[in-house]
């Protein structure tokens, strides 16, 4: 039976909060490992006792083969991102969801150095990573059950990104207009805003053998259509629509991504000539603000290496 503490807190953007100790997260999860659904995963006890700021509320989620979808009492932390350690080197490195019930308020006044208790190890046996021999059990997998359904329509969900502080006026405006000119270009068959198609069946591949700190130029948007099948996919990966803001821009690789657990599946796939890049992350404006700020997956051939010299710098694009 699942666990029915659901503390909410109110957190809004910029506020410090401690994760509490292991010991006291124990009480809110039940025999999966989970609250409300949503794991609390293995990777997740190294921040137990630690002070972070809160990067955006979690009231909506994008998921994937789902769209968006609604959770309660959930926030996401500044820079905390799984590193896939208790799930076979996963390199996803998804912003971490964190239950409001796991988390305390603290002021300036009031930091400490985390208490060594919270180290405590015992309740481990609780936290499960796998279904069975195949099948990864992670928050990304579990996110279809630890949501529920958001329809677009529901306004309250852009009035509390508003109210919470983490978009403006003008960006519920913005987000609005992608929505309703999405749902239009739907019914007409036509590209979604951002959205780049191409028109083969079988879509190439390049090896550019990078490695961490190269510098590369993100090609522009004709020369990434030219590698895209008719759904905006090279090899099974799409080009997404927040992507093409990147285009023309210098970055560096921040590493070869080279296996990952698919969300929809629960099963670890194999990836090649295929990086991600530094400051480059899904911003939502293409699915109605979600906050989650997934780092974009490149395939190679989308990319271009770069003198350090002339042009915009790493990690600017183009004005």
């Not at 099948?135 to 852009?158: G, I, K, N, V």
């Not at 509390?160 to 609005?176: E, M, W």
Request: a positive charge; glycine letters at 8%; charged letters at 25%.
């Amino acid at each position: 039976m699942q666990n029915q503490i659901r503390q909410r807190l109110d957190l809004r953007p910029g506020e410090l909060v401690r994760v509490k100790a292991f010991r006291e997260i124990l009480p809110s999860l039940n025999e999966q490992g989970t609250l409300d659904l949503l794991p609390f995963m293995p990777e997740m006890r190294e921040y137990c006792g630690k002070t972070y700021r809160v990067y955006k509320r979690a009231e909506k989620t994008c998921v994937e083969l789902e769209g968006v979808r609604g959770m309660a009492n959930a926030v996401l932390l500044e820079d905390v991102r799984c590193n896939g350690a208790a799930h076979d080197g996963c390199q996803r490195a998804c912003l971490i969801f964190w239950k409001e019930a796991w988390l305390e308020r603290v002021t300036n006044s009031d930091l400490r150095q985390p208490d060594q208790r919270y180290q405590n190890g015992n309740g481990l046996e609780r936290l499960k990573t796998k279904v069975d021999a195949e099948t990864y059990f992670c928050q990304s997998t579990e996110l279809a059950r630890a949501t529920h359904d958001l329809p677009w329509w529901r306004m309250s969900q852009y009035f509390n990104d508003y109210r919470s502080g983490q978009i403006s006026l003008g960006q519920v405006v913005r987000t609005l207009s992608i929505v309703l000119y999405n749902k239009v270009m739907r019914t007409f068959g036509q590209p979604e805003y951002g959205m780049i198609r191409g028109t083969l069946s079988k879509t190439p591949d390049v090896d550019l053998r990078l490695q961490p700190g190269d510098i590369v130029e993100v090609r522009g948007k004709d020369e990434i259509a030219a590698t895209l099948n008719e759904t905006g996919r090279n090899r099974g990966l799409e080009f997404s629509p927040e992507m093409h803001t990147f285009c023309g821009g210098k970055f560096r690789v921040a590493q070869p991504l080279e296996k990952m657990i698919m969300e929809g599946t629960g099963k670890m796939v194999r990836l090649t000539n295929t990086v991600l890049l530094e400051g480059t992350s899904c911003d939502g404006s293409s699915h109605r603000g979600c906050p989650r700020n997934n780092l974009f997956m490149w395939r190679e051939i989308w990319l271009q290496r770069a003198d350090r010299q002339g042009g915009s710098q790493p990690g600017e694009t183009p004005k």
